[in-house]
């Protein structure tokens, strides 16, 4: 079992930058992509970015060159650097665990590749 608990989420105005936390515990999730997904108000949730193991990363297109995902192994932790802020990435934030150790794949965008989620956390962005 893997707990997730994320944090770092709040109330910025738009332009503003936050950063969110992803920390595991249970087990190491070096070996596994790690995944940031959203849910905003009346919405599905959707993909936002992915890091691989190898440290390979993958970014949804509407948060691309203003987000950034990154992880520290040693500390079991994967985060996301979130820049520019605009009123509809207004969400909760979740992160998520991969299914499969050492993937030779690039980190995938579904949500049924991950195994393991966190609880979220609100980030809300007004204009």
């Known amino acids: 079992q893997v707990q997730l608990v994320e944090s770092g989420g709040g109330l910025v105005q738009a332009g503003g930058s936050l950063r969110l936390s992803c920390a595991a515990s249970?087990?190491?999730?070096?070996?596994?992509?790690m995944g940031w997904f959203r849910q905003g108000p009346g919405k599905e949730r959707d993909f936002v970015a992915a890091?691989?193991?190898?440290?390979?990363?993958d970014y949804a297109d509407s948060v691309k060159g203003r987000f950034t995902i990154s992880r520290d192994n040693t500390m079991n932790t994967v985060y996301l650097q979130m820049n520019s802020l605009k009123p509809e990435d207004t969400a909760i934030y979740s992160c998520?665990?991969?299914?499969?150790?050492?993937?030779?794949?690039?980190?995938?965008?579904?949500?049924?590749?991950?195994?393991?989620w966190g609880q979220g956390t609100q980030v809300t962005v007004s204009s």
């Open positions: 998520a665990v991969g299914r499969d150790p050492w993937s030779r794949r690039d980190a995938s965008r579904a949500e049924y590749e991950y195994d393991y």
């Open positions: 249970g087990r190491a999730v070096s070996p596994y992509a």
């Open positions: 890091i691989t193991w190898k440290t390979n990363t």
